[in-house]
């Protein structure tokens, strides 16, 4: 039903949308967060869907013929068959909230990484947005390497869909 929406919002460039934000809630913390969210939902509701429908259809099947739940298939079968398209989408949407903070931070924030680049550019100083630019990506990279130890340890034990059962992957 809110797939529409969700798309629709996607389509709008966030860049347009910030000064409405920024009129809307005010300076502060609120219109980032809203910037970023929309930014960095997307891709991990996308992921997570085909995550979720990416499951075996005899195991599916097998759920279905011993009388398990809606929410029993979802926690035992569903959301670890998906787990690894799910993750794939947390390391993207993890990258893509930093970019949204900090163009979320060009439009109105006093304080923050965007807000550094902004005003190191309206002074010129070089140097200053040098520095805050390998910062940026610096922190992108730990994000993106924390996401990948999360994604290690959460699948160590994975069963993959693919494989037989009583094998591992």
């Known amino acids: 039903v809110l797939k529409p929406y969700v798309v629709v919002s996607q389509v709008v460039p966030k860049l347009a949308l ?5 009129l809307w809630f005010g300076f502060g913390m609120l219109p980032t967060v809203l910037i970023t969210a929309m930014i960095c939902f997307f891709p991990l509701m996308e992921n997570t869907l085909t995550g979720l429908r990416q499951v075996d259809t005899q195991r599916l099947q097998l759920f279905r013929m011993l009388g398990a739940t809606r929410l029993q298939t979802l926690m035992r079968l569903k959301l670890p068959a998906g787990l690894p398209t799910i993750l794939a989408g947390l390391r993207v949407a993890s990258v893509l909230a930093l970019v949204g903070a900090v163009v979320a931070e060009f439009m109105g924030a ?30 992108g990279l730990v994000l993106y390497q924390a996401c990948l130890v999360l994604e290690r340890r959460l699948l160590r034990h994975h ?4 494989s037989q059962p ?4």
Do not use: N
């Open 159 to 162: 069963h993959f869909s693919t």
């Open 166 to 169: 009583g094998t591992r992957a």
């Open 110 to 139: 006093s304080q923050g990484l965007g807000a550094v680049v902004i005003a190191a550019q309206g002074m010129m100083d070089t140097a200053l947005m040098f520095a805050a630019l390998v910062l940026i990506a610096a922190l």
């Open 18 to 22: 910030a000064p409405l934000f920024v």
